[in-house]
């Protein structure tokens, strides 16, 4: 799905068709590829099996084991989508386990081709489900084959101590999450990682019923069935690119309905996904949120607060974990990451927004290598915050002062809720809004001219996305733009944010997305890390910085229901309020706060005709201009509600 989960389209993509990445969850490593690759085959033995299933399918599984034998050791098991290259029992990957630190420590590690995929038999389900009833004791899903996996393994491989975790990210975290769900008794912990929680509830798919356009059209180019049985991956699929600039490559291939002639290859997926455009049954099903019950093992959930793809499925995981278990070892991570950005990098910055320290080190030094010791192997008291040595149920790393922090709770249950008024003037406050209204600010959104999501030619959504400059939009006349005096001191916002608009059209259907910005001072020092620094170019002046903190889009025919879109009525106010994905950043002093409001991201979400219709059976007759308004002022007048510590 993006990085998926399934994706992230182009860096997803590559990794699919690359031997030598494997797969999504390959690590980069620290120390030079040829000396990390020779310490790996002076320490460890690689075998291959194919493991059969309780239907008969086989399911082609490499296991790298210690060479020293004289103590036994736990598994470590990831399953994905993505191919477990290199193949050969000769052919070794640099870096096995999740990262260096677990490889030296010493376990024994077994990736494995998920049914249907590369060399393992069976059929690929794209975003499986798992099955609440089953058929009769030949019947599978992926909890079973993870069940069946893992019995194969602690009876099968010599020197293993009986404990097995499982780990994985974006697509390989959703099947470890499906190892969480009736869980052989051996499965003591597992860290599903940038999990697919939720595909259309706001992962990779969907956001508030808007189609994430560019990135699920470039996985979904490449990700493509099969044909015959087991096969060593190849280039499959691609799509026809008539221009650099993903931006006017979408906008030139017009309606939706139009993206399949740019397909190479015939895409069942791709096709799914347009044909599910609610939030209906065959997304609901899919949705790991709702199969979290009775579960057992120790669960360490990680996410990324710059994650493109599957931010949002990552603290709802969590809380489902919580709901079905709330005293069990049950853990949060956030950090300052891209999708996957923890896992074999210093994780320093994103785009222009630096951390000052290497988060991703830290992570993998501090959480996730205690975490796997104590339950795998008995060793050490599990992660602990360094501050007061407690064990924390949320690692959050806070943007803006730079600082990991432990929670007892996620959100903070110290938080309280603020409210940030519309006010005239384009003026952004905590003060009340007056009694008296309401009244509105208008611009007119056209679709042939959508907003685009960032600004300079680029993909339609760079991993850095997320804490791109704003200052392009915010001189655009269709966007709205709300900002606040100068802070006198830091302000916190930890936990979701929670836009509560009231708007009109002058058409039946309109997006409206909202961001949440930080605007740095004009006297702000430094310069970000800048772009492109093999071409030569210089680094961003960080003075007047409108750095995103976050964004997100609406359909506004989801208002009432996501599962039963409803027209506008022209011209008629109408509220929407929809949840945002958490935060934890700190405003600074001298900073300010803006919003910006616009209806069209592109092509980041597809384009909304603003028109209610079946948006992928658009025609481009369907697209038209419209007047969007957005009240402020009176009892409901927009506003947006934050929570806030400190």
């Known amino acids: 799905m993006n990085a998926r989960s399934r994706r992230p389209a182009v860096l997803f993509a590559a990794i699919i068709l690359s031997a030598s990445l494997a797969s999504l969850s390959a690590q980069a490593p620290v120390r030079p590829p040829d000396t990390q690759l020779e310490y790996t085959k002076a320490h460890y033995a690689k075998y291959e099996y194919r493991i059969a ?288 950005g923890w896992a074999g990098r210093a994780s320093d910055r994103v785009g222009n927004v630096g951390f000052g320290s290497p988060t991703g080190e830290y992570y993998r030094e501090n959480i996730e290598l205690p975490f796997f010791l104590y339950y795998l192997k008995g060793v050490g008291q599990g992660p602990k915050s360094p501050k007061d040595g407690t064990t924390p149920r949320a690692w959050i790393f806070e943007t803006g002062t730079n600082t990991w922090n432990g929670f007892a709770s996620w959100p903070p249950k110290e938080a309280k809720e603020k409210i940030l008024y519309l006010a005239p003037g384009g003026k952004l406050t905590f003060d009340p809004a007056p009694a008296e209204g309401p009244d509105y600010d208008e611009y007119l959104s056209d679709p042939a001219k959508p907003v685009p999501v960032i600004g300079r030619i680029g993909d339609g959504m760079p991993s850095d996305y997320m804490t791109e400059d704003q200052r392009f939009a915010a001189q655009r006349p269709d966007v709205l733009v709300y900002v606040s005096e100068p802070l006198a001191h830091d302000l916190t916002v930890a936990g979701p944010v929670t836009p509560s608009l009231k708007v009109s059209t002058s058409g039946t259907d309109s997006d409206f997305d909202v961001k949440l910005i930080d605007v740095y001072p004009d006297d702000n020092p430094g310069a970000g890390a800048g772009r492109g620094q093999g071409a030569g170019r210089s680094a961003v002046i960080m003075a007047g910085y409108q750095q995103l903190v976050r964004g997100e889009p609406f359909r506004g025919k989801y208002r009432n229901s996501f599962s039963k879109p409803e027209a506008f009525k022209p011209n008629a106010p109408e509220k929407l309020e929809f949840i945002m994905p958490d935060v934890c950043h700190t405003f600074r002093p001298g900073h300010r706060i803006m919003v910006q409001i616009q209806s069209s991201w592109f092509p980041l979400t597809d384009r909304n005709p603003q028109k209610f219709v079946e948006i992928p059976k658009a025609v481009e007759a369907d697209f038209q201009r419209a007047f969007e308004r957005v009240y402020r002022g009176g009892k409901d007048g927009s506003r947006i509600k934050v929570l806030v510590i400190g």
């Open 53 to 340: 299933m309780r239907d008969g399918v086989n399911l082609f599984t490499s296991v790298y084991v210690p060479k020293d034998q004289s103590r036994t050791y736990p598994i470590l098991l990831e399953r994905t989508p993505y191919s477990i290259a290199p193949y050969g029992v000769d052919s070794y990957r640099s870096v096995v386990g999740p990262s260096e630190l677990c490889e030296k420590e010493g376990f024994i590690v077994a990736y494995q081709d998920v049914r249907g995929r590369c060399m393992s038999e069976g059929d690929f389900v794209d975003i499986p489900f798992h099955k609440e009833t089953f058929s009769g004791p030949t019947d599978t899903d992926e909890s079973t084959d993870t069940y069946d996996t893992v019995e194969w393994l602690i009876k099968n491989i010599p020197g293993n101590n009986g404990k097995v975790g499982m780990w994985g990210i974006s697509y390989p975290g959703f099947y470890a999450g499906f190892g969480l769900i009736d869980a052989h008794p051996a499965l003591k912990a597992i860290s599903p990682q940038a999990p697919m929680a939720d595909e259309a509830g706001g992962d990779d798919a969907y956001h508030n019923g808007a189609l994430f356009l560019s990135a699920n059209f470039g996985f979904y180019s490449m990700f493509v069935p099969r044909t015959g049985g087991p096969a060593l991956p190849k280039m499959d699929g691609g799509w026809t690119r008539e221009s650099p600039d993903r931006y006017d490559f979408f906008l030139k291939m017009g309606p939706l309905a139009n993206a399949r002639k740019y397909l190479k290859s015939p895409s069942p997926y791709w096709d799914d996904l347009v044909a599910h455009a609610s939030y209906d049954e065959f997304w609901r099903e899919r949705a790991l949120i709702y199969r979290m019950k009775n579960i057992k093992p120790a669960a360490l959930v990680v996410g990324g607060w710059f994650d493109a793809e599957d931010l949002g499925g990552t603290p709802k995981l969590y809380q489902a974990l919580l709901k079905d278990r709330p005293d069990g070892p049950i853990a949060l991570v956030m950090g300052p990451w891209t999708h996957g």
